[in-house]
T-cell receptor
Framework: ELKVEQNPLFLSMQEGKNYTIYCNYSTTSDRLYWYRQDPGKSLESLFVLLSNGAVKQEGRLMASLDTKARLSTLHITAAVHDLSATYFCAVDWGAGGTSYGKLTFGQGTILTVHP | NAGVTQTPKFQVLKTGQSMTLQCAQDMNHNSMYWYRQDPGMGLRLIYYSASEGTTDKGEVPNGYNVSRLNKREFSLRLESAAPSQTSVYFC???????????FGPGTRLTVL
């Protein structure tokens, strides 16, 4: 059974500070996704990471994947209030070259950015 | 384009009642998914349809059935609702390969 664990689960940051959210998973996979969810809303795709060493950046967010360590990170640079949301990582179950898009999600990290 | 739509947005049921949640997409995507989201647990996959005409179980299928009516529509049925099925239900779609999934707005279901 694939387990996906995020930490921290709650993160309170000051504007301007940097921080990292960690996503660990329990079995081999090289397909990992990051999503954002605002309160009461749906999920929005942030990053798709499809190989060992993949790094993607968008604005103040940067995601990376280390498949050997079974670890992905989401790094926040110089946080602003608009980044306040819940962030989820999700790992594809698919074995080998097959992907049906069966995702296992982490519990989510609730990020609050204070002035 | 509406993207992924779900109906209803909210629903309250009594234990033992049945209902069908509807999902439709106009993105011409092959794969469709149903998830439930409970506080502190992330999203869990209920059922998925890799392509029109196929469906398969996800992580938590018990108490649910699905129908992939055509390429656009994928419905989730609760035959006899239980309080443990109180949750927010999301439908998602994906084109092919390893692309990301696109999520609908969700249905908030309460079972009393």
């Amino acid at each position: 059974e694939l387990k996906v664990e995020q930490n921290p689960l709650f993160l309170s940051m000051q504007e301007g500070k940097n921080y990292t959210i960690y996503c660990n998973y329990s079995t081999t996979s090289d397909r990992l996704y990051w999503y954002r969810q605002d309160p009461g809303k749906s999920l929005e795709s942030l990053f798709v990471l499809l190989s060992n060493g993949a790094v993607k950046q968008e604005g103040r967010l940067m995601a990376s994947l280390d498949t050997k360590a079974r670890l992905s990170t989401l790094h926040i640079t110089a946080a602003v209030h608009d980044l306040s949301a819940t962030y989820f990582c999700a790992v594809d179950w698919g074995a080998g070259g097959t992907s049906y898009g069966k995702l296992t999600f982490g519990q989510g990290t609730i990020l609050t950015v204070h002035p | 384009n509406a993207g992924v739509t779900q109906t209803p947005k909210f629903q309250v049921l009594k234990t033992g009642q049945s209902m069908t949640l509807q999902c439709a997409q106009d993105m011409n995507h092959n794969s469709m998914y149903w998830y439930r989201q409970d506080p502190g647990m992330g999203l869990r996959l209920i059922y998925y349809s890799a392509s029109e005409g196929t469906t398969d179980k996800g992580e938590v299928p018990n108490g649910y059935n699905v129908s992939r009516l055509n390429k656009r529509e994928f419905s989730l049925r609760l035959e006899s609702a239980a309080p443990s099925q109180t949750s927010v239900y999301f439908c998602a779609t994906r084109t092919s390969g390893y692309n990301e999934q696109f999520f609908g707005p969700g249905t908030r279901l309460t079972v009393l």
